[in-house]
């Protein structure tokens, strides 16, 4: 049996247990790691107050890095003991035990907690830029610029080529202009402090922060067809704009894709907390309040640089090489958005939480 995230009700962060589960085996082209650190993201939370799926009882967690202890049937590419990292497809990253459908080496350099930063962020943004067409003529708005995938975004779009302009509080301006972004500021004038920078506009649009500016972003990109979002289901279905969820299809070839800019320095996923897996309620109370620069993460079994990533931050660097598993990407969490009633209210909570301070 091993220890496990799991509600079996939906509510506040109080729901959340820590229960024990029989052990999962990996099938093929799978390999099992006993977990040292997950990552935790804005969906856990709106999972489990019941703005997703509606299914009782739930696991939790997508991303995760630790040590393989156990190959699926085909899997030649990694060895028992390796510390690898990747992606939970069934959601049960955040255990001691944890099947991963895509992973990828970690190497000396990285600790586990940046390693469990990386997989969701560089994917995340990946697709919502190759969605977007983003290149090395494109002008790009994106609203929550400063967190981990907004930040992923920017970096990925700079070495595109792109010129990238930041939504994001006055505090984090300066972290912007570090990876390459020309910072603005949120609220009222928002369009106005745009045109100051691109008079004519930008060329597309990405909300990563669900703040309620697709209106504004629909203008300053020259319509509905030239922004995606990936924090708010209802505005999009509301204003014609495109919501990434993956359904599509997940962009997992960026694991493989990021060495060459991670070896560089020309990318890095900033831990902002580690939590014991333990606290799992106390992370989900962080990211609730929405002013988290970079990446919250558990550890499990294991505290090696915790302490210190908990009380400065720090950043994750590494080579990466990507390792697909096949048709179990079909097997992906559901989209991220409202199931059942009380959208406005739910509404209302994603915009509070998913943007940046």
Do not use: C
Request: glycine fraction near 14%.
């Amino acid at each position: 049996m091993l220890k496990a995230v799991r509600f079996s009700q939906f509510g506040g962060p109080e729901v959340l247990e820590i229960v024990d589960l029989p052990d999962p085996h990996p099938g093929p082209g799978q390999v099992r790691i006993a977990v040292r650190a997950a990552g935790v993201n804005p969906s856990d939370w709106k999972k489990r107050k019941g703005l997703m799926d509606g299914e009782l009882p739930q696991t939790m967690g997508h991303e995760a890095a630790g040590v393989v202890d156990e190959l699926g049937d085909g899997v030649a590419d990694a060895s028992v003991g390796d510390r690898v990292f990747g992606f939970s497809t069934e959601g049960a990253a955040q255990a001691e035990l944890a099947v991963l459908s895509y992973y990828a080496p970690i190497p000396p350099s990285l600790d586990f907690p940046g390693a469990a930063a990386l997989p969701a962020a560089i994917e995340t943004a990946t697709r919502a830029l190759d969605q977007l067409g983003v290149g090395s003529s494109s002008k790009l708005l994106i609203n929550g610029a400063s967190g981990s995938v907004g930040s992923a975004a920017v970096q990925l779009a700079v070495v595109r080529g792109a010129r990238v302009i930041g939504i994001a509080s006055p505090a984090n301006h300066e972290y912007l202009r570090s990876l390459g972004a020309e910072p603005v500021a949120y609220g009222e004038g928002l369009v106005k402090r745009v045109r100051a920078l691109a008079p004519d506009g930008v060329d597309v649009a990405l909300d990563v922060a669900g703040s309620g500016v697709l209106p504004e972003l629909i203008e300053l990109a020259g319509g509905p067809e030239h922004v995606v979002t990936i924090a708010d289901f209802g505005g999009a279905r509301e204003h014609g704009v495109t919501f990434s969820s993956g359904d599509a299809g997940r962009a997992v070839h960026a694991l493989g894709e990021i060495g060459e800019l991670i070896e560089s320095g020309r990318f890095s996923v900033p831990v902002a907390q580690t939590f014991p897996l333990a606290e799992v309620a106390e992370a989900h109370r962080v990211s609730e309040q929405g002013h988290v620069r970079g990446k919250l993460v558990l550890l499990v079994g294991w505290d090696g640089a915790g302490a210190a990533h908990r009380a400065a931050g720090g950043a994750a660097r590494a080579y990466l090489h990507a390792r697909p598993a096949g048709p179990r990407a079909a097997r992906w969490p559901p989209a991220d958005r409202p199931a059942g009633d009380h959208r406005d209210q739910r509404a209302a909570d994603r915009r509070r939480s998913d943007r940046d301070p």
